[in-house]
């Protein structure tokens, strides 16, 4: 498979939001029907729209956590949640967008939203050692 400049970007863009360990996982488990899905996604979800410099990775991710939240993607939320830790957005900041996104999206989103985002800040935590009142 040829793997372009802008792969290569994404897949170390990725690497960095997503943790290596995800990303490696995610491409070794790829197999001959979803990898060029694989390959979509990192070229040009994380090449050209996260390789644009026109926004920091931390506003990506929290533009990504009200998107996530308004159109119900948990699993993506969960993924991007820890992402977003990693990328300096803290957990005030995290819960005021999952705030905003249940006035403007709707109460039961916001709280499917929230139980995600508490999970994958446990789990960003126990990972990490971050401590809850640090706010990271």
């Given at each position: 498979?040829?793997?372009s400049?802008?792969?290569?970007?994404?897949?170390?863009?990725?690497?960095?939001?997503?943790?290596?360990?995800h990303?490696?996982?995610?491409?070794?488990?790829?197999?001959?029907?979803?990898?060029?899905?694989?390959?979509?996604?990192?070229?040009?979800?994380?090449?050209?729209?996260?390789?644009?410099?026109?926004?920091?990775?931390?506003?990506?991710?929290?533009?990504?956590?009200?998107?996530l939240?308004?159109?119900?993607?948990?699993?993506?939320?969960?993924?991007?949640?820890?992402?977003?830790?990693?990328?300096?957005?803290?957990?005030?900041?995290?819960?005021?967008?999952?705030?905003?996104?249940?006035?403007?999206?709707?109460?039961?989103?916001?709280?499917?939203?929230?139980?995600?985002?508490?999970?994958?800040?446990?789990?960003?935590?126990?990972?990490?050692?971050?401590?809850?009142?640090?706010?990271?």
């Open positions: 498979m040829h793997q400049e802008r792969f290569a970007e994404g897949f170390e863009n990725r690497k960095t939001v997503l943790g290596a360990d990303v490696e996982r995610s491409w070794a488990a790829a197999d001959d029907f979803n990898r060029p899905m694989q390959q979509l996604v990192t070229e040009y979800c994380w090449g050209e729209i996260w390789g644009d410099n026109a926004l920091p990775f931390k506003t990506r991710s929290i533009i990504n956590l009200a998107m939240t308004a159109t119900s993607q948990h699993h993506e939320l969960g993924v991007h949640v820890r992402g977003a830790l990693r990328n300096g957005v803290t957990r005030e900041e995290i819960r005021a967008v999952l705030m905003q996104a249940a006035v403007y999206c709707g109460v039961p989103l916001g709280l499917a939203a929230f139980r995600i985002a508490s999970e994958a800040i446990r789990a960003y935590e126990t990972e990490t050692g971050a401590g809850k009142g640090d706010g990271k």
